[in-house]
């Protein structure tokens, strides 16, 4: 984990290390999501476990992470004699890039409120100091 903005900013980072920044994903989310997305089907659960080499406990737990931040759709299948069981599918990418460019715009404009409070703030005292030595 970074320390500063301007370290995160000197990071070589790809795609998936976006679902880290702006959701605080652990690697095992993005291979997870990697296996869901290059999956010509819907995968079950133990599908996703076999593929990533864990227990189903520890897939369902990084697919409900998935899940929570909207990267991963669950769907039911029905069997004709009663029950059902679930599969999970990615996102459309261009729903996933508008929510993060959502939240980007937010954080900016977050920023730029924050920044401006310090200006005002740090300015004020700065003025008073400067009127203190004269």
Known sequence: MTDS???LLRQDMTCEGLLECFHGLKELDK?????????DDSLTVDEIAE??????S???RSV???MQTGFVQKEQI???QGGYYHVYRPTDPDVIADEMQRLLNDW?????QLIGEF????????????????
């Open 119 to 134: 200006r005002e703030t740090y300015a004020d005292t700065a003025s008073q100091s400067a009127a203190a030595e004269s």
């Open 58 to 60: 520890t897939a369902y």
């Open 31 to 39: 291979e997870v999501f990697r296996v869901v997305t290059q999956s």
């Open 64 to 66: 409900r992470r998935l």
């Open 51 to 56: 593929q990533i080499d864990r227990e189903r």
């Open 78 to 80: 029905n069997y004709e």
């Open 108 to 112: 900016y404009a977050k920023m730029g």
């Open 5 to 7: 903005m301007s370290e």
